[in-house]
Antibody, heavy 119, light 110 residues
Framework: EVQLVESGGGLVQPGRSLKLSCAAS????????MAWVRQAPKKGLEWVAT????????YYPDSVKGRFTISRDNAKSSLYLQMNSLKSEDTATYYC????????????WGQGVMVTVSS | DIVLTQSPALAVSLEQRATISCKTS??????????MHWYQQKPGQQPKLLIY???NLASGIPARFSGSGSGTDFTLTIDPVEADDIATYYC?????????FGAGTKLELK
């Protein structure tokens, strides 16, 4: 059974940093592109970052480019999101998601972790 | 960015058909594949993949769910609606960077 378990969320002040983790199990982690998708309170879904199988390629929308860094450790079946220079508009539930083999849709999602950016 | 437009809410009776639409600002088809996908999200839960590439049923999803459409107009159909289907439904396109989602359609009971 595919499982994705996020951790590392919490309350952080504007301008500070936070690192999220996602522990994957139930599949060969190194074979899949992975992603982070977020959802602000009472709002819709927003793609945040995607990383290739080896980690050599990463992709971001303009809203987080230069502030967020996605990475992975295939030996530990783990995905990470380093978030710097956080803003109030980054407040959201962050989901770890597994891409399909063609990295076009998100086949599996974690339960999510809440990040609140507030002074 | 490609904008996806969904109606905010749809009221439906149990055992009736629900039709949820998603219109895109640009064509999301390429080489015969529609890069349109649908997700279900219940309150307090993560999204779940229902339909991928326009009309393909994801693993474990009941046949009551179906997807159709092409180009810029897509539809998710639930027939018949069951009580467990009350949720918010999101469409997503992956034809062009960045991946974008619709704002969601909340399915409610009439």
């Amino acid at each position: 059974e595919v499982q994705l378990v996020e951790s590392g969320g919490g309350l952080v002040q504007p301008g500070r940093s936070l690192k999220l983790s996602c522990a994957a199990s139930g599949f060969t982690f190194s074979n899949y592109y992975m992603a982070w998708v977020r959802q602000a309170p009472k709002k819709g879904l927003e793609w945040v970052a995607t990383i290739s199988t080896s980690g050599s390629r990463t992709y971001y929308p303009d809203s987080v480019k230069g502030r967020f860094t996605i990475s992975r450790d295939n030996a530990k079946s783990s995905l990470y999101l380093q978030m710097n220079s956080l803003k109030s508009e980054d407040t959201a539930t962050y989901y770890c998601a597994r891409h399909n083999r063609g990295y076009t849709y998100y086949g599996y999602w974690g339960q999510g972790v809440m990040v609140t950016v507030s002074s | 960015d490609i904008v996806l437009t969904q109606s905010p809410a749809l009221a439906v009776s149990l055992e009736q058909r629900a039709t949820i639409s998603c219109k895109t600002s640009q064509n999301v088809d390429n080489y015969g594949i529609s890069y349109m996908h649908w997700y279900q999200q219940k309150p307090g839960q993560q999204p779940k993949l229902l339909i991928y590439e326009g009309s393909n049923l994801a693993s474990g999803i009941p046949a009551r769910f179906s997807g159709s459409g092409s180009g810029t107009d897509f539809t998710l159909t639930i027939d018949p609606v069951e009580a467990d289907d009350i949720a918010t439904y999101y469409c997503q396109q992956s034809k062009d960077y960045p991946d974008t989602f619709g704002a969601g359609t909340k399915l409610e009971l009439k």
